[in-house]
């Protein structure tokens, strides 16, 4: 065992090391962590491991197993201000893509799903979040170096903070600027992709950095087949000829929740929806193709590869657009049960809801 003393990380809740100097703080052989970008300095507690902790206090060793091999999953969340009060957009789904998600990596959360329900609306209440995005996360802990993790003990921590437009303020009206990256998304064969696991996103921050860095807002991944997956952090959705299609789960996808809403959406509107391959050209020549994620929402894409997609309009997207933001919002019954209010209480999520098996 690792003498837990050494080396241990702090994550400063201001923007830059100048401060820290400032307030006589000596940072050398710490490891700081900008996150003024994001606006989390503003943010109050963090649960972490069965209580409500400072935001500074929220803190992990250097030698924690998750930083060096990856072995972590997480969820994104968003939680809505509503005529009800602040609520939480399809809760239980995401609990138990989390529940499943650490079983894949042979996780013992040590906390069932009505816990882990309560502990996320715990953490928008102590920060008094009206509107918020919701990080729950568990990952191997500090213990034994080596490959292997399953000595180690799973620690599980909750953030909340302010996020509003992902992938840009102006996108969600005129929509996103994409290329398609030469970096493919991983194989099933290589990382589970139904496992929403810190390494798998490895492979999309390749994918994201080579985007951002040629100019563009997000990219859009191949499989190994050469076939249309995924974006960084969102599944893809195509128009033609007013008919909706999405890749299957076999092109290496997340099983996003928000993919499953909008194709619940499109059923309520009467939109034909298909999932199928989905070809490079294909992306060219769509009459409109949007993003969609719980952080960037329903995203247009306007451009894949400097090509112009479609005309320039998305009446079909704005549509699935609006129907999101309604949900979200709670305006309209027939969605209700997808809003998981802050203020209520589930005494048992299992009875609420069974396991999700999103298609």
């Not at 939480?88 to 995401?94: A, E, P, Q």
């Not at 040590?110 to 920060?127: L, M, P, R, S």
């Not at 997340?254 to 199928?276: F, K, M, N, S, Y």
Request: charged residues 20%; negative net charge.
């Amino acid at each position: 065992m690792i003498d837990q003393r050494v080396l241990p990380i702090r994550l400063w809740s201001n923007c830059s090391i100048q401060h820290a100097l400032d307030q006589d703080v000596a940072y050398r052989g710490l490891v700081t962590v900008s996150i003024w970008d994001l606006h989390l300095d503003k943010m109050a507690k963090v649960w972490y491991n069965g209580e409500i902790v400072d935001w500074g206090s929220a803190t992990v060793h250097v030698l924690t197993h998750a930083l060096h091999y990856g072995t972590a999953v997480f969820e994104g969340v968003r939680c809505y201000r509503t005529n009800e009060g602040p609520s939480i957009f399809r809760l239980y789904d995401h609990v138990w893509r989390l529940i499943n998600s650490a079983k894949i990596y042979l996780m013992n959360l040590g906390y069932e799903a009505d816990e882990i329900t309560e502990a996320i609306k715990e953490t928008v209440k102590a920060n008094d979040l009206d509107e918020c995005y919701i990080r729950p996360i568990a990952f191997y802990g500090y213990g034994e170096m080596g490959v292997s993790p399953l000595r180690n003990k799973v620690d599980l921590a909750i953030a909340a903070w302010r996020w509003d437009a992902y992938l840009g303020k102006d996108t969600s009206t005129q929509g996103a600027r994409c290329m398609v990256s030469s970096w493919r998304r991983i194989n099933p064969l290589t990382l589970p992709p139904q496992a929403k696991c810190s390494a798998n996103y490895a492979n999309a921050s390749l994918a994201k950095i080579e985007a951002v860095k040629a100019g563009y807002d997000e990219a859009i991944m191949l499989n190994t087949q050469g076939m249309v997956s995924e974006g960084t952090g969102e599944n893809i959705f195509r128009v033609k000829r007013g008919v909706l299609s999405t890749p299957t789960a076999a092109a290496g996808i997340l099983r996003g929740i928000t993919r499953d809403t909008v194709i619940q959406l499109a059923a309520d509107l009467g939109v034909e929806c298909h999932r199928i391959e989905i070809s490079r050209e294909e992306l060219y020549t769509a009459d409109e193709l949007f993003l969609c994620g719980t952080a960037a929402e329903i995203t247009p894409i306007r451009e894949v590869d400097g090509r112009l997609i479609g005309n320039g309009n998305y009446p079909i997207t704005s549509e699935i657009q609006r129907a999101y933001n309604n949900a979200v919002h709670g305006r309209g019954k027939k969605h209700a049960d997808w809003l998981s209010r802050v203020s209520s209480t589930d005494s048992d999520v299992r009875s609420n809801l069974a396991v999700t098996q999103i298609p």
